[in-house]
């Protein structure tokens, strides 16, 4: 960490908020490409549970994973608040649905402290980096990369290339 001249000013990071069911999660700005109203999705066979499908956002495939099913974590109903979260994991695009985006917060790394050993759920642990202290809330950071593994990264590429393919029983 660089010091400022003055050396009082902290260091910030901008996060991404939003919502799954109950709780806040953020995520660095700098890892999300944009954030779209939920589109339609079109589900792909046999894909893992928490992957929602493949959607066509302005001319590029991307596939869409349901956040809540990825973390466990019980979800609001679709809504017209619902999002797609665009994030690039591991040099891939994919899209995260989450229930609602709330704001773009800037956060001082000073209040950015390690999940406790003590939360119990494993998936909880395996994808939350850190907590965000705010003056009334608490603000759970996840892992993108620790959302899809490497493996599963390589399978929703081998979906979304799959999907480009020409159909054959296209319509002139």
Known sequence: M?????GKQAEIIQLVVFRLGDE????????????VRLI????IPKAPKFIEGIV???????????????LDIPSKPRSERTRIVVIEINENIVGMIVDEVSEVLNIPL?????????IESDIKQKYITSVGKLKDRLL?????????SLKEVEEVKNLEI???????NSKS
């Not at 660089?2 to 003055?6: D, L, S």
């Not at 000073?110 to 003590?118: A, F, G, L, M, R």
């Open 24 to 35: 806040e999660f953020g995520v660095q700005i700098n890892k999300v490409k944009e954030i």
């Open 40 to 43: 339609p999705i079109t589900p």
């Open 56 to 70: 066509n956002l302005r001319g590029e495939i991307l596939a869409v994973i349901d956040l809540s099913k990825r």
């Open 162 to 168: 799959k999907k480009t393919t020409p159909e054959k």
């Open 140 to 148: 759970i950071l996840i892992d993108l990369a620790a959302i899809l």
């Open 110 to 118: 000073s209040n950015i402290e390690k999940t406790p050993q003590v």
């Open 2 to 6: 660089h010091n400022t001249e003055t």
